[in-house]
């Protein structure tokens, strides 16, 4: 939207600034909306979705009562806490307190912009995507002990120090296994990196198949990333066990629903940055190099795209539903003695691997060998 | 409780706590996730059922009873009519002895399924524990024949049982035991042998057996430290003496013998067992009353009994004095899961928060026979 911001802009080179700053404007913030509808919508989905499989893997129904298969549970859901009592706790930190739900939903929602949904549909078109989805998914941890201690209360301390422990830790090994994606596209550019996947009939020059120092870091990526968003095997900032609700033990209501949708908004965002990265995007697999009509490949890409994200969303779903919790220290073992010394071999090899064979991948290798 | 000691943050656990198993509260000091010290205080549920025994006359106060572990209803009913039983001098038909070990032994499969539940969700997986439910469900619906009830199920009466097995009760409880196994193998799979959950159980409150004999350990706790010791097998009432079955002990399969880990296993392995001591008990049946000849109004002979038996958390005793009138003159109620909290304090010095919750769990205490 972006490039419809220079195209619309540029026709009106002869109309005066002002009415150009009030075009921009005017585009700036529609755009927010549509990606804060899409968003929002996406959530209820997600919800609707988790408690669906949730109940598939325990043997039980899920919601079915709102609406035709309980598809509108989520409607009443989000109604039921609008309308919750918001309740500040006499000795929370008034200001941390209250500001903290907005910064993490922020945050989490900012994150959406620079994603490239299909060739054409996207927020911003960022040459540093991924540097910004990083840099900015961890504010959160700041916005999340900003929670934690304002609550004043202890089990929200407990979850607050875990969290930033636990994300701090955990962006280590996502931005090693990042970089090793990221240096053979040689591009920050979310568009580019997809695009540089092209070809191989959409699915074997996908950067996860390009070597074996990709494909490594597919999963440690993959791992760190459920960490970074707080899922069960790694949920123990809000162990509801332990700690009772970790960092959002004294927030209700829409509050607390800021905190909920954000960790929904983390996991599109987490499962994009992995489609986009190693899964080859949008990249429309075998009919991608047909010819036909821009606006059904356009559909076809949105499709593919949110295709392999809700994919990559179910696995966490299933994680999450099937496997216990680790103690903290283990967790820290995992990141520290595990996956960031696997993050830095993937690395060094990945780069190895680029300065070797210019980037050619294990299927441009095959296809070389079959052709001679 | 002053701020003496600053090194230390006092956090209060309970009584409201996702995971204290009902209202316990520990008072915990902590050095971040490290706890100093423990410190179980109980009383929340307390209901005097020992003083109001003395009010009421010895049949009025089976139903209590059922108060007591309500996890294991049959088993308290069952301990507390042997009791009076005993002090009448009363002989109990084959057939209702036959009646109320199957009774025990279902209900101690359907406590021990919620004591797997409770220590998996505990640790953060929740799909076990409704697996558990799942089964449990089972069970219930076998009393609810029996009895009318899912809970508190007052069947096993002084004398006997209540009534007489209902029409198809043998089919559908065999059944139920077909299957069983085959869930017990989905737990282990699921559970029992999944490296997380060994690595948050194994090594973790080892309870060594000499600890086990000062503390007064009884049950599935005790034998998880290795003692082979089972009121069934060691003094055997009803008719326990004439099936077979193993007394399953901790063996430290997965680390130190009487881990929290062994302690969990011991309450799969009786599982099985019970399944087949249910299994004998069944063909066992045969044609006769269901309960002997008691007066319409007991006035036991002046003296005194005590009757222990093995219940799913361990001993339960039950002291009563007669003064030859319609009611006791005093009751005193010896719950296991009084004496198995009483260790907490000493498990629970120098390791961590998440580990806390295993040792509760893994001991399986219920509050309201603490409490009484």
Avoid at chain 1, 17 to 31: A, H, Q
Avoid at chain 1, 252 to 273: K, L, P, Q
Avoid at chain 2, 18 to 25: E, F, K, Q, Y
């Amino acid at each position: 939207m972006i490039g419809l911001i220079g195209h619309v802009t540029s026709s009106l080179a002869h109309a005066g600034p002002l009415v150009r700053l009030l075009v921009t404007v005017v585009i700036m913030l529609v755009s927010a909306m549509v990606v804060l509808a899409v968003a929002l919508l996406y959530e209820g989905a997600a919800t609707y979705a988790e408690r669906k499989v949730a109940g598939d893997i325990q043997a039980r129904i899920g919601p079915n009562r709102v609406g035709p298969y309980g598809l509108l549970q989520f409607v009443a859901d989000g109604v039921k806490l609008l309308i919750k009592e918001d309740i500040i706790p006499f000795y929370a930190d008034r200001w941390l307190f209250i500001g903290a739900p907005y910064i993490v939903f922020t945050a989490s929602f900012a994150a959406f912009v620079p994603l490239s949904y299909s060739e054409h549909v996207s927020v911003a078109d960022l040459n540093v995507g991924v540097l910004y989805v990083v840099a900015i998914s961890s504010v959160v941890s700041m916005a999340i002990l900003m929670g934690a201690w304002g609550s004043n209360n202890k089990w929200s301390l407990f979850g607050g120090m875990r969290a930033v422990a636990q994300i701090i830790s955990y962006e280590i090994p996502i931005v090693l296994s990042l970089l090793a994606a990221v240096i053979l596209p040689a591009s920050l550019d979310m568009k580019d990196i997809i695009v540089y996947q092209s070809g191989g009939l959409g699915i074997f020059r996908w950067l996860v198949f390009n070597n074996p120092f990709t494909f490594l870091s597919f999963f440690v990526y993959f791992i760190a990333a459920i960490a970074e968003v707080n899922r069960t095997p790694f949920d123990i900032p809000e162990a509801e066990s332990e700690i009772v609700a970790g960092y959002h033990t004294e927030y209700t209501g829409m509050r607390f629903a800021f905190f909920f949708m954000a960790e929904y908004g983390d996991m599109f965002v987490v499962s994009a940055i992995a489609t986009t990265l190693f899964l080859g995007g949008w990249q429309v697999p075998i009919i991608g190099g047909l010819s036909m009509p821009v606006w059904l490949r356009e559909v076809l890409e949105v499709a593919v795209f949110f295709a392999k994200v809700f994919l990559l969303i179910y696995v966490m779903m299933w994680i999450r539903w099937t496997l216990p919790r680790l103690r903290v220290d283990q967790l820290m073992d995992l990141c520290w003695k595990y996956l960031t010394p696997i993050a830095f071999f993937n690395l060094v090899g990945a780069s190895v691997w680029v300065l070797l064979l210019h980037g050619r991948g294990v299927y441009d290798l095959v296809a070389g060998l079959l052709i001679h | 409780m002053a701020v003496a000691d600053e090194k230390f943050m006092q956090v209060s656990m309970g009584p409201q706590h996702p995971s204290t198993h009902g209202v316990l509260r520990l008072l915990v000091r902590t050095d971040g996730e490290v706890l100093s010290s423990v410190k179980p205080y109980i009383g929340y549920l307390h209901r005097g059922l020992e003083k109001i025994a003395e009010r009421v006359t010895y049949p009025q106060f089976t139903p209590f009873t059922d108060r007591l572990d309500y996890l294991a209803s049959m088993n308290c009913n069952l301990a507390y009519a042997m009791t009076v039983e005993r002090l009448l001098g009363i002989e109990i038909p084959r057939r209702a002895q036959v009646i109320r070990v199957i009774m025990a032994e279902l209900n101690r499969i359907s406590s021990h399924l919620i004591a797997f539940g409770s220590l998996s969700s505990d640790m953060g997986a929740f799909t076990p524990f409704l697996f558990g439910i799942r089964e449990r469900e089972a069970i219930n619906d076998l009393f609810e024949m029996v009895c009318g009830a899912r809970l508190t199920f007052n069947y096993i009466r002084i004398g006997g049982v209540s009534q007489d097995l209902p029409e198809g009760f043998t089919d559908r409880t065999k059944e139920f035991l077909d299957y069983f196994p085959a869930k017990i193998r989905e737990y282990n799979d699921l559970l029992s042998y999944n490296s997380i959950f060994i690595k948050r159980l194994a090594d973790i409150a080892v309870i060594r057996p000499e600890d086990a004999f000062d503390y007064g350990i009884t049950g599935p706790n005790l034998r998880a430290s290795g003692i082979r010791w089972d009121l069934r097998r060691a003094e055997p009432y009803l008719v326990y003496n004439e099936l077979d079955f193993d007394v399953p002990v901790g063996r430290g399969e997965m680390g130190t013998t009487g881990d929290a880990w062994d302690r969990y296993m011991m309450r799969i392995y009786e599982m099985e067992q019970s399944a087949k001591i249910v299994g004998q008990c069944l063909g066992m049946l045969a044609p006769g009353d269901h309960t002997a000849k008691v007066p319409r109004v007991l006035k036991p002979p002046v003296g005194e009994a005590y009757v222990r038996a093995e219940n799913p958390r361990g001993e339960l005793g039950f002291y009563l004095i007669s003064d030859g009138s319609t009611k006791p003159y005093r009751l005193k109620i010896r719950t296991p899961s009084f004496a198995n909290l009483s260790i907490v304090p000493k498990l629970g010095k120098g390791v961590m928060i998440a580990d806390l919750i295993a040792i509760i769990g893994s001991l399986d205490i219920i509050l309201p026979e603490i409490d009484r």
